[in-house]
């Protein structure tokens, strides 16, 4: 009899130190410390950057571990292209201003929420050497690789409808940016609202 209860204990102490090992893990995953918020903002500001800004990214890609936002952003930033070419429209000196508003981490990947003021200058057929500023709010998504923070979903909340209707970024299209998360099986209520469901 001793010897069973011995069994049983030792068995319930077997689990509850592997459900505390892997709760603690699970938490470890969630906490942010200085040096990844540091690696995150740089990966974030190179991606805007590059390829995911208001007057159009030039498809670099570095940052990016999702061929679905590759796509995405191959749309985009072709639209923007042609919208620009066809009026004559140059920009150039442009210059980017980051206000980071929340970064958290939820099961391996990491939302990032931020404003970012952009100042340029542009040339029209009737004027040059003008000064502009936008300012878009983000929501950009990343998941670590070989030691390396990605890229894998990114939203900008300030662009409206009827720019994307006239970039013929229907629904399906847009998915294309969403969809790795789906792979990933990361659909929960933290994602609920990328991915335009409703638990």
Known sequence: MKKV????????????????????TAESSNIMTRSNEKEI???????ISEDYNFNGGQ????????ENLKQFLTLRNK????????????VYNKTFKYDYKKIESKRG????????????????????????MTKDNYEIYLEKKDNTYYVVSANDLSENDSEDEETNLNNEEKELNYYYL??????????????????
């Open 5 to 24: 209860f011995m069994s049983v204990s030792l068995a319930f102490l077997m689990i509850l130190s592997s459900f505390v090992a892997s709760k603690t």
């Open 41 to 47: 903002k740089k990966v974030v500001e190179r991606f």
């Open 59 to 66: 498809n670099v890609f570095s940052t990016v571990n999702n």
């Open 79 to 90: 639209f923007k292209k042609e919208s620009n070419k066809k009026d004559s429209y140059k």
């Open 109 to 132: 990947i990491v939302k990032v929420s931020l404003d970012v003021i952009e100042k340029f200058m542009y040339d029209i057929p009737s004027a040059t050497g003008q000064e502009a």
């Open 182 to 199: 789906l792979q990933q099986n990361l659909y929960s209520p933290f994602l609920a609202h990328l991915l335009r469901l409703h638990l």
